[in-house]
């Protein structure tokens, strides 16, 4: 079963894909449904599912967030893992009760502690000019209202690992597929229990001056931006958070406790966002260990325009990555 | 196909059941207060108790939260229903419950209620379509009330199970009213039933005082569900015979509103016996009153179980 | 009543600036990167340029953002909606546009389109709320496709609007798909007109590739809503002719989808002498390719509008 | 027309809806629509609005969340003032798209500069066992998603001028009620030109020792627990925030500047809550300046239960606050 070290190069949706259909082959209770799912995915995720499993469990669907969540809630509470594809993000705002207070609050209220699986795919992120209902990266929202899980894979091999632990998951798990990253290639591996655990963060790149966190689109600048202050003597290390929750603060904290120096990147809206909590965290349980003050670099607090150059100018930059990085070593 | 007496006995003593409940729980809160609100369901007892009969016990149940009869339909004891009540560990969720009821029990079929109006339409489908999947035979209904029907849930739902024809019951309980708004005031249509035109699919409207009415459409959209024939809207006419809430002033309904209102257990008695309806009506009251005084002398919850549930296993 | 000539004529205008943006457009997409998608309207100018033509110009309209028919019936200039597509300052929206179009001029009623699908359907019932408040005579049309009919607010705003009588008109579009998807894969009827029947309104369906029907059918449905007689759903029988987006290579759909197809232009041109049909077309090509040049002159927006109108004023 | 000095001692919820009135009566664009407002509102807000104003601008409405935003949205954007109740702030994730995507971003994605005023009541916090979803502080949502404008009156007389300031605002407001408060009384002034302003937070109490930033239901717990501490000899600062969108920098930063401590205190769930961003944000700007980490006393990161006592147990209590202000002054 399992071809321990083999690996192949695929696109990361394709790594979605494949981590989707593996689970399938052995659990007969995993379904998938989402607008267009049954010809492929509108971004490929789904290739090759209705062929290989049929279309009784591989569902398309009408314009119905709504309904597309809600009903995973039920299945899931009958013992079924329902798969969503939501297509892009920010149409989960129209399924905001369906999400979080039936698939995070269902067991809670009701006191009955069993299983509840289902994985709601919401990608996320500008992908050139969807627009300002298209291209938000909302996943704050899922670490505000509590119940659930939620992960966000910056690369093919994530999102394959990811995928599958997340439907091994005994809870919903909000996963958030970056949309710039979806035809993009990585090494995968293709062991059938490749796993990526959820609530573990990686260090992508060790350093010992700062300690950038991040994860999902900004991972690759972030490396890039290091590599650049690398040159002029500054070594970032970039924690790649890969689950935002569960948060790695054992990880988080042995690094900043390390450097005293903490920068945090991300595309979602700097207001409220991930980084806010990140931020607030790190001065609660390090204040005395930090040398200067957390910085944040992280979309503006705008609607996104759809204009391409206005859209890059909206979400963080290498170049701005860079000056961050600069900018807490001089403090 | 005359109805079975022992059926209607098992229908008149759970309803009775309910009342019972509905009678103590109103008397309590005159004096004492419960964490949230009580909905009383008096007059609307033989919607629930009437449909539940009509289903397996298997068969999944997602219900609003009106009065309980639905759930002492589907087979719950007095005791964890008056222990939510009432905030105590004896109730079904362990004592996290209060007036808005969350009670289930999975082996029950009971799937239990969102508080967000609406939300159960496509839960409901959830289930229906994993019995689809399943082949388990399996029916899945959708309890609601006329105001609900016109939350975009209702709608969403409905066009996937109609097409997909899932084995799904939409059971709408139409007293006329939500809160104090009167159902016309905000709806195009006083007979549900008419939405079932936009999906094909049948729209039957019975008398929800009569529990063998109830029983019967309900028994013949389950039969229609497991054939493979797809989901039916019942709507049982009924009456909301007490406030919105217990304690509900009511300012809005006029004095005459229970003119022509006729009681569920009145009505399921003209079936029966006298001596029998007596003796059940006398055993249910027992029944909830022993289970009402061990609610009262069962502990609240402990603080611990605030994160208990959160997620699995915790 | 014999359809005036001049009208004609001029929804032959419109429908051929359209035809020549959607041609220009999938000619530009073919070698160069727009922002976001084009999704092209070619086969669909007859639902939007017949419906507006019986729109007064103060009537609200809002879209759905499949080609520019309606923009360009309801009084739009290729230019503002060229340069959105191309993201140049001379965009409707002053350069924060791309290719999911978000054209808006208030002063020609055209209110602009939510890119989450079923938006439109509150937000027309909210202008048309004003309009019955008011007493301005005004018609609000939410504008749709046949995918789009499932989505919620379909049936929210639909329940209140029969209920109040807003002068509001649904139009729907049914190209029969929904990205690759088949209407009927996802929806119980093949007829949206179906929806109306629960709501007690008219439910109405007509040729979509003859403008004048459109026409006739949008010009009763105002005069309805204009004498307080409320809603109308329209559903007009369309093709799409192209992909859902410029450059979707389309592997789900027959090689024989196209062959009832009926030229919307072809339909109307029947009803015209055939040199006013040519003068008219080679006069819409000549404004559009003259819009076309100017646009990709306009410079493109400076980044200080990314937060312009974030807040009134700003 | 102004009866400059007068005040009259009335419950919040009355003086939100003499807000409403008032403005009502020189505005004829706007209008109230919500569940049960044309019979005076489900906690009184909008009691005798029907009788004065007729059942043509007071109007009653389904059980259609989605609907009412939307419908805002369409008549803010051809000029009126519309007023949707939606009785309970957990409704609002019902009518997220029309929320934070309609309201929120019309008039930028369509680059009009035109006004759209509109004023969404969603009443928040724990009332006595409403539950898991109907209870919950959700105000979060407002400071991540741009455009709207959010506020929070704590007493009557904020009710009342609030109100008014956001049915004169030209940008949506997001307006929390407080539903502990609903019947409480207090000092509202009748001037029917009473405007608290958006975007200036308020001292209710001035301290040297401590900064607390608060808002809502916390500002009496958090004064009553200030008190207790001020036997102690701990002088705390008390701010009520009163909007969260804009916040008020000056004031808070000035504050800060001179205690060098700072506590938020809010019911909001603390994970990725309002408290997140303030703290991230203090630190940002006041790091040096800082003795102490900013603390955070917020509600459990859990759905709440129904049951009274243990719906207390995941709210900050006056002793929590207490604590909180004695830790912070041990650091
Ligand atoms: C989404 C949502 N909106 C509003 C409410 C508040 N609410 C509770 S019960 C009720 C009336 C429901 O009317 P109906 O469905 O006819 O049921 P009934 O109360 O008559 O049993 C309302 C509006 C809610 N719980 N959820
Ligand atoms: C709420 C929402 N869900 C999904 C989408 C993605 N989407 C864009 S166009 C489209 C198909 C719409 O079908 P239809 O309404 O029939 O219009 P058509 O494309 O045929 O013109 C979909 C699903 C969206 N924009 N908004
Ligand atoms: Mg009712
Ligand atoms: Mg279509």
């Known amino acids: 079963m399992a071809n321990n070290d083999k690996m192949e190069t695929m696109l990361y949706n394709a790594a979605m894909g494949l981590g989707l259909a593996e689970e399938m082959r052995t659990n007969p209770d995993i379904f998938v449904l989402g607008q267009g799912v049954a010809s492929g995915g509108w971004f490929g995720a789904e290739k090759g599912l209705a062929d290989e499993f049929g279309s009784d469990r591989v569902v398309d669907c009408g314009i119905c967030e709504a309904f597309e969540v809600g009903m995973a809630a039920g299945a899931s509470v009958v013992g079924m893992t329902p798969v969503i594809n939501l297509g892009f993000a920010d149409f989960s705002l129209i399924a905001g009760d369906e999400i979080y207070h039936k698939l995070g609050k269902w067991r809670y209220m009701h006191g009955l502690n069993v299983p509840m699986s289902a994985v709601i795919i919401l990608p996320v992120g500008v992908m050139g000019g969807a627009g300002p209902e298209h291209s938000n990266s909302i996943e704050v929202l899922g670490m505000h209202f509590p119940g659930l899980k939620v992960v966000v894979p910056s690369n093919a091999a994530d999102a394959k690992g990811l995928m599958k632990a997340a439907l091994r998951e005994p809870n919903p798990v909000l996963y958030h597929s970056i949309q710039t990253l979806s035809f993009t290639r990585g090494e995968v591996p293709l062991d059938s229990d490749y796993i990526v655990e959820i609530g573990k963060g990686i260090v992508r790149r060790p350093g010992r001056d700062a300690t950038l966190l991040t994860y999902g689109s900004m991972v690759n600048r972030s490396l890039e931006a290091a590599t650049t202050l690398a040159n002029e003597g500054i070594e970032v290390e970039i924690i790649d958070l890969r689950s935002l929750v569960p948060l790695d603060w054992e990880l988080i904290l042995e690094s900043v406790n390390r450097t005293h120096r903490a920068l945090v990147v991300h595309e979602a809206n700097k207001t409220a966002g991930p980084g806010a909590e990140i931020a607030a965290q790190i001065q609660e349980r390090a204040f005395y260990e930090l040398e200067t003050p957390i910085l944040r670099v992280a979309g503006k607090d705008v609607p996104l325009p759809q204009q391409n150059d206005l859209e890059q100018a909206c979400i963080p930059s290498v170049d701005e990555i860079v000056a961050a990085g600069r900018h807490i070593m001089s403090l | 196909m005359p109805i079975d007496t022992t059926l209607i006995g098992d229908m008149y003593r759970r309803m009775s059941i309910a009342r019972a409940i509905e009678q103590i729980v109103e008397k309590h809160t005159r004096k004492a207060r419960i964490s949230g609100w009580w909905h009383p369901g008096e007059g609307q007892e033989a919607v629930g108790v009437g449909a539940s009969a009509a289903l397996n016990g298997e068969d999944y149940l997602w219900y609003q939260g009106r009065g309980c009869a639905w759930a002492i339909g589907k087979g719950m004891q007095p005791g964890p229903i008056l222990g939510d009540v009432l905030g105590k560990v004896s109730g079904a ?109 049948p729209g039957i409207i019975v008398d929800g005082q009569d529990a063998v009415a109830v029983y019967e459409a309900t028994l013949e959209a389950a039969a229609r569900a497991r054939a493979g024939e797809g989901p039916t809207l019942i709507e049982a006419k009924t009456t909301r015979v007490q406030g919105h809430y217990a304690g509900d002033p009511q300012n809005y309904r006029a004095k005459d509103a229970l003119a022509n209102y006729r009681d569920p257990l009145a009505v399921l008695a003209e079936r029966m016996a006298v001596d029998e309806v007596e003796t059940i009506a006398a055993e249910a009251l027992a029944l909830v009153q022993a289970a009402y005084e061990e609610t009262l002398a069962a502990p609240p919850p402990d603080h611990s179980i605030i994160f208990k549930d959160l997620y699995y296993g915790q």
Do not use: Q
């Not at chain 2, 999947?133 to 199970?161: C, I, P, Q, W, Y």
């Not at chain 2, 007979?191 to 699919?201: E, N, P, R, T």
């Open chain 2, 93 to 201: 969720t362990g004592g996290k419950g209060g007036g808005v009821p969350h009670w289930a029990d999975y082996s029950l079929g009971i799937m239990g209620e969102g508080a967000t109006l609406g939300s159960v339409y496509p839960l409901a489908a959830g289930s229906a379509f994993a019995s689809k999947l399943r082949k388990d035979g399996r029916v899945s209904l959708a309890n609601f009330g006329d105001g609900t029907a016109s939350r975009g849930t209702f709608h969403e739902t409905m066009v996937h199970a109609a097409t997909w024809k899932l084995p799904l019951i939409y059971l709408c309980e139409n007293n006329e009213l939500l809160v104090g708004t009167k159902l016309t005031d905000v709806c195009p249509t006083a007979d549900i039933a008419d939405f079932a035109k936009g999906y094909g699919i």
